[in-house]
């Protein structure tokens, strides 16, 4: 997590909010994290082993279209096919085998919404998703929706964590 919090801050990435007492973290810019790929692709990669490990799914897929940098890095150093996942159209673009166990990384995670309908369109593709990984949980209800499906979710960083800092 340290490592993750000197990336964030190196990169700029952190997004603030004015406040009476000044400024709080508020969310992440995930894009300015490009110019570190390999940084945050490696400790995203850190937190899927030490929490998951190698064979707990069968495919990584990107959940947005800002995402799949960091998820095709991943993808590759852990060895597995990279798909992404078109929430419009609730489908998944790549090879799909139904019953294969696919791992969504995600950026941000904040209301349930978002990581509903990434496991929605999975599930409709005649995929299963048993954890979700993301780089940022804004704890606002997406971990606890998830959990309520019975899918494990895995943050590389909480808001708290930024507040903490």
């Not at 309908?117 to 999975?122: A, E």
């Not at 599930?123 to 979700?132: F, H, N, P, Q, T």
Request: charged fraction near 25%; aromatic fraction near 4%.
């Amino acid at each position: 997590m340290k490592e993750a919090m000197e990336l964030m801050m190196r990169a700029d990435a952190i997004i603030y909010e004015a406040t009476p007492d000044g400024k709080r973290p508020a969310s992440i810019d995930s894009t300015k994290l490009y110019n570190n790929i390999r940084e945050i692709a490696t400790c995203m990669t850190g937190l899927i082993q030490s929490s998951i490990g190698n064979t707990g799914f069968d495919r990584i897929a990107a959940s947005v279209e800002r995402v799949i940098p960091t998820a095709a890095v991943i993808a590759y150093v852990m060895g597995k096919p990279l798909s992404f996942i078109d929430i419009d159209k609730r489908s998944i673009q790549g090879l799909m085998v139904p019953g294969n166990v696919i791992l969504p990384v995600d950026d941000i995670i904040g209301s349930e919404d978002k990581p509903r309908k990434v496991v929605n369109s999975i599930v409709a593709s005649g995929g299963v998703v048993k954890d979700y990984v993301c780089i940022l949980d804004e704890d606002r209800g997406a971990r606890a929706a998830l959990q309520k499906m019975g899918i494990r979710a895995h943050a590389l960083l909480t808001l708290s964590d930024l507040f903490a800092r």
